[in-house]
């Protein structure tokens, strides 16, 4: 090539970069931290040139963060857990709607609200002590109000996100007064009033203190693929359900996130967005904490998920769950389940 040729190539490779010199950089505030995460925000940087400024922290001090920081805020992405929570920042207005093709294709219709996307799905689901309750009476959500089960239900606080999500699919799918039956019937069978997270009460059924509990998927898997000893002698003990699965299915709850209204760097914001629906970063960013990915066609080789089989989820849409999120609280509120 002559110098000219040259410089015209160059020239063209440049105009081509997906991205302009002065976006060189993206900061991404994230609630989510595992081990995979640096390989997935390398190879984003590798493909394209944008450095990732990560910002961790917890969920709720994330968006205090970022509400306080207001106008100039220099977050580009905010990414979170919880359809819930996602909801919440969604409610203050953070997010700014962000047209794809890309995550249009990508995503499922169901895991897309106007201002989000969800980028993995866990799933919430019944255990039991395997000595202690017959699997066949705790098929359903429903199930756990009945007062056959009196004295034997662990869970949560009814506070948490990931309980008020599940609310909140009861709402939609049962309505508000048969919902709120069901809390006070779950409350009326509390085993101990509730404490700690899903691992605690995983633990609490394999002790047999309470005989059946809820979890989030990814705390089984974790304990299921876990070398200690006491772990595995704990999930011996304990059976998994996948709940409603003649009805409307399990509920499934998401990781995800969103492009801030005030991002500095939009383009790269947007790219970056794009990039989590890819084959590769959805690998590793479900496989980080055990969930599934949202792109349906990415397999991830995960042996406790393997382990917990196939099953039908609720596919109904993350961001008309999380619209009943602050009804639910008050029903549990009124029913007793602090
Ligand atoms: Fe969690």
């Given at each position: 090539?002559?110098p000219i040729?040259?410089?015209?190539?160059?020239?063209?490779a440049?105009?081509?970069l997906?991205?302009?010199?002065?976006?060189?950089?993206?900061?991404l505030y994230?609630?989510r931290?595992?081990?995979?995460d640096?390989?997935?925000?390398?190879?984003?940087?590798r493909?394209?040139?944008i450095?990732?400024?990560?910002?961790?922290?917890?969920?709720?001090?994330l968006?205090?963060?970022?509400?306080?920081?207001?106008?100039?805020?220099?977050?580009?992405i905010?990414?979170?857990?919880?359809?819930?929570?996602?909801?919440?920042?969604?409610?203050?207005?953070?997010?700014?709607?962000v047209?794809s093709?890309?995550?249009?294709e990508?995503?499922?219709?169901h895991?897309?609200?106007p201002?989000?996307?969800?980028?993995?799905?866990?799933?919430?689901?019944?255990?039991?002590?395997?000595?202690?309750?017959d699997?066949?009476?705790?098929?359903?959500?429903?199930?756990?109000?009945?007062p056959?089960?009196?004295?034997?239900?662990?869970?949560r606080?009814?506070?948490?996100?990931?309980?008020?999500?599940?609310?909140?699919?009861?709402?939609?799918?049962?309505?508000?007064?048969?919902?709120?039956?069901?809390?006070?019937?779950?409350?009326?069978?509390?085993?101990?009033?509730?404490?700690?997270?899903?691992?605690d009460?995983?633990?609490?059924v394999?002790?047999?203190?309470c005989?059946?509990?809820?979890?989030?998927?990814y705390?089984?898997?974790?304990?299921?693929?876990?070398?200690?000893?006491?772990d595995?002698?704990?999930m011996?003990k304990?059976?998994?359900?996948?709940?409603?699965?003649?009805?409307?299915?399990?509920?499934?709850?998401?990781?995800?996130?969103?492009?801030?209204?005030?991002?500095?760097?939009?383009?790269?914001?947007?790219?970056?967005?794009?990039?989590?629906?890819?084959?590769?970063?959805?690998?590793?960013?479900?496989?980080g904490?055990?969930?599934?990915?949202?792109?349906?066609?990415?397999n991830?080789?995960?042996?406790a998920?393997?382990?917990?089989g196939a099953?039908?989820?609720?596919?109904?849409?993350?961001?008309?769950?999380?619209?009943?999120?602050a009804?639910?609280?008050?029903?549990?509120?009124?029913?007793?389940w602090?």
């Open positions: 090539m002559t040729r040259v410089s015209i190539f160059l020239l063209a440049a105009c081509a997906p991205v302009p010199a002065q976006e060189k950089m993206l900061n994230s609630a931290h595992y081990q995979t640096e390989a997935l925000y390398a190879n984003f940087s493909k394209t040139g450095k990732i400024n990560r910002i961790e922290g917890k969920e709720d001090e968006l205090e963060r970022i509400k306080n920081e207001g106008a100039n805020s220099p977050a580009d905010f990414i979170t857990v919880d359809a819930a929570r996602l909801a919440q920042a969604d409610a203050l207005g953070l997010f700014a709607p047209k093709k890309v995550l249009e990508r995503i499922p219709a895991l897309r609200a201002d989000w996307f969800a980028f993995s799905t866990r799933a919430r689901v019944i255990l039991y002590n395997k000595a202690a309750v699997p066949a009476d705790v098929q359903n959500y429903e199930d756990l109000a009945h056959r089960l009196k004295g034997k239900v662990c869970v606080s009814g506070a948490h996100p990931y309980n008020l999500s599940l609310g909140s699919a009861l709402i939609h799918h049962l309505g508000e007064q048969k919902t709120e039956e069901w809390a006070r019937g779950l409350v009326a069978n509390f085993a101990r009033a509730p404490k700690g997270g899903d691992t009460q995983i633990k609490a394999a002790a047999g203190e005989g059946v509990a809820i979890s989030n998927s705390y089984i898997a974790r304990l299921l693929r876990s070398d200690k000893p006491a595995k002698q704990a011996e304990v059976g998994v359900v996948w709940p409603n699965q003649k009805g409307f299915g399990t509920h499934i709850n998401v990781s995800g996130g969103g492009m801030l209204k005030t991002a500095p760097h939009k383009e790269a914001a947007v790219l970056f967005l794009e990039y989590l629906a890819s084959d590769e970063a959805q690998a590793y960013f479900a496989n904490n055990n969930e599934w990915p949202a792109v349906k066609t990415v991830v080789e995960n042996p998920l393997d382990a917990l099953f039908k989820a609720d596919t109904l849409n993350v961001g008309t769950l999380s619209k009943n999120t009804r639910a609280q008050k029903i549990f509120d009124r029913a007793g602090r």
